[in-house]
Each structure stands twice: as C-alpha cells, then as structure tokens.
C-alpha cells in the first residue's frame, strides 16, 4: 500500500478508537518507524510501505489503539523544543509546564545561580532551563531511580552540561551534614503529583497508562502542594522564588498555603488555555 494510502486508512482506525490526534498520531508513529520527518512523509506518500514497515507499524497502530501514549510507543517528546526520551516510570512532557519554566526563566538573572527541580521526571523543566540559562548550576530529584536514569540520559543525549540529577524523597538527600549548612538554591521549581485519588481524569486517555507515582497526591492532590510549601523554605536562599505546578482548581489553595507560610508577593500564572497553572511566592528569609 501507498504511505498516503496508509495515513488515511490508520487516522480513520484511530479516529474509531477515540484518538483525539488520529491523522497527527498515526504520521507520528510511521515517521518514528521510517525515521524520517512529517515533511518527508508529505512529500513522498506515493511510496510504497515495504511489507516489514507496515506489519511493524500495524503493530503500533495496535497498541494506540488499545490507547497507549504516542510518546511511550515511540520512546519521545518534545518539550520546549528539546527532544526528550520518554519511559512508562514516569509522566510524558505536557505543553502546560513551559508556564512553569517561563516563570522561572523571567525570575533568573543572565549572571548566575542554583535551581533545584523537584520531582523532575524526564528532566523536562530542569534541561529546558538549564538550556537557556547556561550560567546556572541546576539539580534535579526524583523518588524513582528510573526517573533520575532517564533525565541522566537526556541531560546526555542533548549535551546539557549544568544539570545533574539525584535520587532523593524531595529534600531528603539535601539534608546537611550535622554541623554543615544546607545548600540554598535561588529558585525552587516543581510540578509535583496534584491529582486526587478519585480524579475522573486518571481513568481517560494518555493518563491511564501513566504511572499513579508521577501523578496522584493524597489529601484531594493537595498533599505534596502543601508539603513543599512547608519544607523548601529551609532550602531556598534569601529573597528566593518557590514555584509550584498545580491543577486549575488548585491556586487559591497553593496561594493561600503560601501565605500562611510566610513567603511575599504570592501570584499565579495562567497556561495558554486561560486556567491557572503556576503559584509562586519570594521567601523573604528569616
Ligand atoms: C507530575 S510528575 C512531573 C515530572 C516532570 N517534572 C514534568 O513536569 O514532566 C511528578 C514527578 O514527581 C516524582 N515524585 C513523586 N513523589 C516524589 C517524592 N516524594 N520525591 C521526589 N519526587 C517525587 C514522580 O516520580 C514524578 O516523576
């Protein structure tokens, strides 16, 4: 069968499994097989798929099908122009977050200084700053050591120098010494897990086949929210930013937690799509 052929007949299958992307997944899928790129696949559709391609690709269509993420079928997404590999340890990339690293580039002078990214997954928000602010040293922490592997391998893979990556329970191996002072960092940045246990989200789309690790919280998804409001004051330097990722029903709740934990010039940040995404407030020290 021709490529366009193909294209047509796949988005219609996808489109009947409730594919919100059919056409743009299935183009996805055969440019990752052919290992080509969507303005190749335009311009040469009147090629044939050789037969090992298209039992290879009728494989993947299977498994989208079935539901499972485009970027855990083909290993990748983008996220602020970076190509990050993904894994099934941990959440794919979301368009969302680059609201939380615009806030935080806005907030970081050009000369210097430490951002630690909390909960950091593939490495997305800690390589995307990383790249834009190369005089900054950034450290980012995961829970699962398959989420710290990955990011490693991103920080490789995109030749990202002044990022590293640990395994810690959020502050847990920042811990100082006895008789040492824990490191400070000018901006602490995180998208931790927000979603209720009952969230109806969880049982629909790409969201079922990520792993409830990256993604619910307890206490209605405000527990994590409310323990890094409460812990990353000891671990941010004078007149430094927290700033937190959370559901679109979540700031008055984050800006409210932050206030009551003394940080200044609280505010929220709103995505592209108008809700409320990012809570951020300035540690004024004590
Ligand atoms: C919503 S995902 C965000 C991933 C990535 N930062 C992003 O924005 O794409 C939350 C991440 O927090 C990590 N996490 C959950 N509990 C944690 C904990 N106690 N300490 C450190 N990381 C944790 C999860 O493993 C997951 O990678």
């Known amino acids: ?20 992307t059919p056409r743009l997944d299935a183009e996805v899928l055969l440019c990752h097989l052919l290992e080509v790129d969507r303005t190749w696949l335009y311009t040469w559709g009147d090629r044939e798929a050789d037969p090992a391609t298209a039992e290879r690709f009728a494989a993947l ?14 290993g990748e997404r983008e996220f602020w ?21 615009e806030a935080a580039l806005e907030k970081a002078g050009a000369a210097g200084g430490r951002l630690l990214d909390l909960g950091t997954g593939t490495g997305a928000i800690a390589l995307a700053f990383a790249s834009e602010r190369p005089g900054w040293r950034v450290l980012g922490v995961d829970l699962r050591p398959e989420a710290v592997a990955l990011a490693r391998r991103n920080a490789e893979r ?11 329970d959020w502050f847990s191996a920042l811990e100082a010494a006895e008789g040492e002072a824990a490191e400070r960092f000018e901006l602490i940045v ?8 009952d969230d109806p989200h ?8 990520e792993p409830a690790s990256a993604l619910v919280a ?25 700033m937190l990722e ?20 609280v505010a929220t940040r709103c995505d592209l799509a108008g809700l409320e995404r990012v809570s951020l407030g300035r540690w004024p020290g004590r």
């Open 190 to 197: 995180s998208n931790p897990p927000y979603l209720a246990d």
């Open 61 to 74: 269509l299977a498994r989208r099908e079935a539901g499972e993420p485009v970027a855990y079928l083909t």
């Open 81 to 101: 122009g970076l190509r990050l590999a993904t894994e099934p340890s941990t959440l794919i990339p979301r368009p969302d977050t680059e609201t939380l690293v």
């Open 218 to 242: 307890g206490d209605g998804g405000l527990a994590d929210l409310h323990h890094l409001v409460r812990t990353a004051r000891e671990h941010l330097a004078v007149a430094g930013w927290l």
């Open 246 to 265: 959370h559901g679109a029903e979540q700031g008055g709740a984050v800006r409210q937690a932050l206030i009551s934990a003394g940080y200044a010039e």
């Open 158 to 168: 995109l030749a990202i120098a002044n990022a590293v990556f640990r395994q810690s």
């Open 1 to 20: 069968m021709r490529l366009d052929a193909l294209l047509v007949a796949s988005a219609a299958r996808l489109a009947a499994a409730g594919s919100p």
């Open 202 to 209: 969880l049982a629909r789309g790409d969201v079922r086949f």
